[in-house]
Nanobody, 123 residues
Framework: HVQLVESGGGSVQAGGSLRLSCAVS????????MGWFRQAPGKEREGVAG??????FYSDSVKGRFTISQDSAKNMVFLQMNNLKPDDTGVYYCAAGRPSMTHMPWDPSAVNFWGLGTQVTVS
């Protein structure tokens, strides 16, 4: 039974930082395309960052501000978010998908497992 559990969300002022964590159980994270999606109210869920092996990729809206990383020993994935903007507000979901691509856009239908999400609010 695969589970993805996010933590680290919260409320920050514009320009601030947050670090999201995703703990993976029931599967080996490095065998999947791992990453993060977000969903703002009234908007579709969008991929913002992904990692597969040594490759990382980002949506244009977060490139240069967000950094995705993975700790294989702990089976965890992280998202460091710097210089946050109000447009970054939303629910952030950890995702594990088929290791078949390493670029945006990342189609949500290609995700095999989802976390429950963590709220990020930037004011």
């Amino acid at each position: 039974h695969v589970q993805l559990v996010e933590s680290g969300g919260g409320s920050v002022q514009a320009g601030g930082s947050l670090r999201l964590s995703c703990a993976v159980s029931g599967a080996t994270a490095r065998n999947y395309l791992m990453g993060w999606f977000r969903q703002a109210p009234g908007k579709e869920r969008e991929g913002v960052a992904g990692t597969l092996g040594s490759t990382t990729f980002y949506s244009d809206s977060v490139k240069g501000r967000f950094t995705i990383s993975q700790d294989s020993a702990k089976n965890m994935v992280f998202l460091q978010m710097n210089n946050l903007k109000p447009d970054d507000t939303g629910v952030y979901y950890c995702a594990a998908g088929r290791p078949s691509m390493t670029h945006m856009p990342w189609d949500p239908s290609a995700v095999n497992f989802w976390g429950l999400g963590t709220q990020v609010t930037v004011s």
